[in-house]
Each structure stands twice: as C-alpha cells, then as structure tokens.
Antibody
Framework: QVQLVESGGGLVKPGGSLRLSCAASGFTFSDSYLSWIRQAPGKGLEWVSYISDSGSTIYYADSVKGRFTISRDNAKNSLYLQINSLRAEDTAVYFC?????????????WGQGTPVTVSS | EIVLTQSPATLSLSPGERATLSCRASQSISSYLAWYQQKPGQPPRLLFYDASNRATGTPARFSGSGSGTDFTLTISSLEPEDVAVYYCQQRSSWPPLTFGGGTKVEIK
C-alpha cells in the first residue's frame, strides 16, 4: 500500500534551517506529483509547494517563496523540503502528499507529518 | 487566488441527523473540488475528488455535490466516528492550491 513517511522536523531558532524528507513506497514514485502542505497548531491546511514527476515544474506559496526549496530524488523514492530563514509563523506540522496521475492538485495519500517548531 | 469559504464553522448535531457542509468559491472552479476529513492527531483523508467522485473507503452515508462556485458535503445520518474537521480544496486555478477554513462537526 502507499506509504509516505516524513522526517527531519524539530525545534529550530528563528533564522535557522531544516531539511525535511519524505520517504515513499507502494507506488510508482517517478510517475507521481508531490506536494508539501502544512498545518499550524490549531489552524487549517496551507499548501506550501509542488513538484512534478520529473522535477521540471515547481511551484511555491508566496509565503515561502525564496526561503523554501522543494526537490526529489526518483532513484531514492524521496521528496525533500529545504527550509531556510525560518520564522515563528513557519511553526507547523508539515505533510507530504501525492495523488493519482492526472489528478494534479488532488491529494489521495498523505503522510503522518513531521512537526517544525521555530522558537528562541 | 481562489478563496474558498466554508460554512458553518462548527456544526453540532445528534447521531442520526443529517449534516450539510457548504464550500463556496470566490470564482468558478468547475468541478475541481476535493473534500477531506481530518480527525484529531491524524493527517487529512480524501473523501471526494472532483466534487462528487467518492474516494476509496468513503462510507456511503457521505455524498458530495456541486459545481461552479457552490459545493456541498452531506452526511445523511451522522455517526459518532464522523466527528472531525472537514476541509474543501480547489485545483481549478493554481498555484496556489487553496483550502477552505474548515467545518468542525461535533456530536451534540
């Protein structure tokens, strides 16, 4: 079955950096689009970034543009999110998610999430 | 950016009652709307995609409808396990992909 397992979250000071990872299994990773979506404590869902199956198309939310970098390694079935210049408002659980080929932007499968806390 | 407005913010009903959740888009999104259910401490789970297509495992008491700017998620007979926050999300015009603010369903 499809599995997405995030890791790399933690406590970081404002201005710091983290690299989140998402290990995927149970589907053809190289044919799949992926996104990072986050959820601040007690708040709703916010889409963060998207990467196409080949990695040639990448999008970011305005709130993270210039600070976050999404990437993937199809040989390792892994998705990454490099997050720099962290701010308190980046505190959230970060989910990786994917969907059926052709249904771009719909998320049929989600990981359990990895928490990121930005605090001094 | 397409804004999705969900109402009501909270819905408190007795078991067996009908729950009607609304999602309104700031402009037409055709049928490119998904509904997700999120229980405490869990990731969201897809219920419907493209407005009315049932995702795998979605119980038959749930139904999705609508097109254009107005969409509805209906639970025909509320069960205790349906307590959750429900989000709508559009994929018609992006980036950005956008979510509604959520409707919390409680048991009275």
């Amino acid at each position: 079955q499809v599995q997405l397992v995030e890791s790399g979250g933690g406590l970081v000071k404002p201005g710091g950096s983290l690299r989140l990872s998402c290990a995927a299994s149970g589907f053809t990773f190289s044919d799949s689009y992926l996104s990072w979506i986050r959820q601040a404590p007690g708040k709703g869902l916010e889409w963060v970034s998207y990467i196409s199956d080949s990695g040639s198309t990448i999008y970011y939310a305005d709130s993270v543009k210039g600070r976050f970098t999404i990437s993937r390694d199809n040989a390792k079935n892994s998705l990454y999110l490099q997050i720099n210049s962290l701010r308190a408002e980046d505190t959230a659980v970060y989910f990786c998610a994917t969907g059926w080929p052709g249904f771009y932007g719909t998320f049929h499968y989600w990981g359990q999430g990895t928490p990121v806390t930005v605090s001094s | 950016e397409i804004v999705l407005t969900q109402s009501p913010a909270t819905l408190s009903l007795s078991p067996g009652e009908r729950a009607t959740l609304s999602c309104r888009a700031s402009q037409s999104i055709s049928s490119y709307l998904a509904w997700y259910q999120q229980k405490p401490g869990q990731p969201p789970r897809l219920l419907f995609y493209d407005a009315s297509n049932r995702a795998t495992g979605t119980p038959a008491r749930f139904s999705g409808s609508g097109s254009g700017t107005d969409f509805t998620l209906t639970i025909s007979s509320l069960e205790p396990e349906d307590v959750a926050v429900y989000y709508c999300q559009q994929r018609s015009s992006w980036p950005p992909l956008t979510f509604g603010g959520g409707t919390k369903v409680e048991i009275k």
